[in-house]
């Protein structure tokens, strides 16, 4: 491939990480809240926070993303550009198998420590931050990581509306060169690349997070 062509499936890969990174971290307050939401003592919390769960991981990612990008701006009369339509769409389809995680997390905390929060005066704020989090954090990185690659693959479906991420600037390129075999394998070793790096990394800051529990 000619340096130009390279430099657009580079462009694609900035974009796919920017992507990446801004639908994570909703995910990532997503699955928090609704989580913790998920274990509160009231029945209307934890039934708005089971009813995201449920329509987000009932639905497709794929048709969020073209309700989000095409239905909104009939129906309300505004219009995201991709980047933010996506991120709106992936994070909190994500965020709702994420509410999951930390939910099971939460629950699988010694209940003793719970009592433990309670006897010690402690709010149910000061009990979730102090004692449960710190303990169910570590046991949800597995998880997370396994999430965060699906959403990692995931981000190849906003190509559908026209976003120049890795999966759109690669089929640029194979309609350029008519080489389908050669540019979708970059893509899958790009792909498998940057899952790697990223998994790597979960795995770094599991160690850490339970080295610093164990103390």
């Known amino acids: 491939m000619t340096a130009g062509l390279w430099k657009i499936i580079l462009q694609g890969v900035g974009i796919t990480l920017q992507l990446l990174v801004y639908s994570a971290l909703l995910a990532a307050a997503m699955s928090f809240v609704a989580g913790a939401a998920r274990t ?9 926070a089971g009813l995201y769960t449920e329509v987000f991981r009932g639905t497709s990612a794929l048709v969020m993303i073209f309700w989000v990008f095409f239905v909104l701006p009939v129906a309300f ?3 995201l550009v991709p980047m933010w339509a996506g991120t ?8 709702a198998y994420g509410a999951e995680i930390v939910r099971g997390a939460l629950v699988a905390v010694d209940p003793a420590q719970r009592e433990g929060g309670i006897a010690l005066g402690f709010t149910p704020w000061q009990r979730l931050r102090l004692i449960l989090l710190p303990q169910a954090v570590p046991e949800m990185i597995p998880s997370f990581s396994n999430l965060l690659i ?3 693959k995931g981000t190849a479906l906003v190509s559908i509306t026209g ?7 690669g089929n640029l390129v ?4 008519q080489q389908s075999a ?3 394998a970059y893509l ?3 792909y498998f690349v940057i899952a790697f790096l990223l998994t790597r990394g979960m795995r770094g800051l599991e160690r850490r997070l339970k080295a610093e529990v164990a103390r």
């Open 174 to 177: 194979r309609l350029a060169l």
């Open 150 to 152: 699906e959403l990692l």
């Open 77 to 79: 009369g505004w219009q």
């Open 88 to 95: 709106l769409a992936l994070g909190l389809t994500y965020g």
């Open 182 to 184: 050669q540019i979708y």
């Open 40 to 48: 509160h003592r009231s029945r209307l919390v934890r039934f708005a």
């Open 188 to 190: 899958l070793l790009i």
């Open 163 to 169: 976003m120049g991420d890795l999966a759109f600037s």
